[in-house]
RNA sequence: GCCCAGGUAGCUCAGUUGGUAGAGCAGCGGACUGAAAAUCCGCGUGUCGCUGGUUCAACUCCGGCCCUGGGCA
């Protein structure tokens, strides 16, 4: 079947946003990013958001489409991205998806559905006290009771999870597991042609990350945390949790130094690339460039190209 | 030069009254359906400094050597 998008994915650092903003200038396309923190305004260096410089004159959406304090959701991350890549595809451009949050690229091509409540009607939050009061175990039991399948699947450890198929079967009355059923069966929204970006050799990528993590720094991280902190953006919310922003938060409030905090980003940013090769690995589809020691970007180029122009995406 | 302490996993260290070793962190692999840069699961990866000796058996005991830190000169 005729892809009709374009993704580009990969781990931190591994050169997403140049190539997908080159891809776009070459074939006249628009870039549509999908990456849960590069959502929320005021957080352009932590996230390595595209500068002006890097979109190369070329349409970015859905960057800056939150504030720090709301708490985004993939829900409604493609409840704003799909009219987006339709009105790409209606003018006849080439949506280029290019991220590194997995889960919101499979829910943006997969076409799945969400169950129909609202997000914010306090129920998880009465759920996680509950957690802490009567313990997980408690909450699992009831899972237990009411979806069997959902408790065998969820880890008796993942509070999250646990959480969340309670919190779908009391706000609309169906099991996780029958609503994951009946999304299954609708038929992916799009066709995508995958790229996905590594290196050949992991402390490669280390190495990238580290430099990249010393350059944040210098362009003024610190100021950005302080700033978000002085704005009273809670340390709790979705976008605190954001690699970069928690430990220079934990470190200016500790009173620690910032470059103690900048080394556990380095850490925590290494751990994260691994998690999403995880994630991106299983895309059986996916068409993986993996850089030299030095990234020879006119391959990589080249390399996409062809593939694009092969697979009758342009 | 002498005295003391120590050399065990990538790092910090535990341990074996002699039967080829285990924690934390790091690392590796995996999962993931409205928090996902989140959350959760699994895996020990090793010339026990080197070299002789004692012993059925040495990482462990003994000798010598090397290295590191501290002290005395």
Not at 69 to 89: H, K, Q
Not at 190 to 215: G, S
């Amino acid at each position: 079947m005729k892809p009709d998008i374009l993704v580009i994915c990969g781990p931190t650092a591994s050169g997403k946003t140049a190539l997908a903003a080159a891809l776009a200038r070459r074939f006249g396309g628009e870039v549509v990013s999908a990456d849960s923190m590069q959502v929320y305004r005021g957080m352009d260096i932590g996230t390595a958001k595209p500068t002006r410089d890097e979109t190369l004159g070329v349409p970015h959406h859905m960057l800056d489409v939150a504030d720090p304090s709301e708490n985004y959701s993939v829900a409604r991350y493609v409840a704003e991205a799909v009219p987006i890549v339709d009105d790409i595809l209606a003018r006849g451009k080439l949506p280029i998806v290019a991220g590194g949050t997995g889960l919101y690229i499979d829910h943006l091509v997969a076409g799945r559905q969400f169950a129909p409540f609202e997000a914010d009607s306090g129920l998880r939050e009465e759920l996680q006290a509950r957690v802490r009061s009567e313990g997980l175990a408690a909450l699992r039991l009831e899972l237990e009771q009411v979806d069997p399948e959902a408790a065998a699947r969820i880890h008796p450890n993942d509070e999250k999870r646990t959480v969340r198929a309670l919190e779908v079967y009391l706000s609309t009355g169906k099991t996780i597991t029958q609503h994951d059923r009946e999304s299954r069966e609708v038929p992916p929204r799009y066709t995508p042609l995958t790229i996905a970006l590594n290196f050949q050799e992991r402390p490669w990528l280390w190495e990238r990350i580290d430099r990249r993590v010393d350059e944040m720094m210098e362009r003024g991280l610190e100021q950005e945390v302080r700033r978000l902190l002085a704005d009273g953006v809670p340390r709790d919310c979705t976008a605190m949790q954001a690699i970069g922003y928690k430990e220079l938060a934990a470190a200016i409030l500790e009173g620690r130094p910032v470059s103690n905090g900048a080394e556990e980003v380095k850490l925590r940013s290494r751990q994260y690339a691994k998690r999403q090769l995880t994630w991106f690995r299983r895309d059986r589809q996916a068409h993986w460039f993996q850089w030299e020691k030095i990234p020879d970007f006119s391959a990589a180029l080249a390399f996409s190209t062809e593939l694009v122009t092969g697979s009758g995406l342009q």
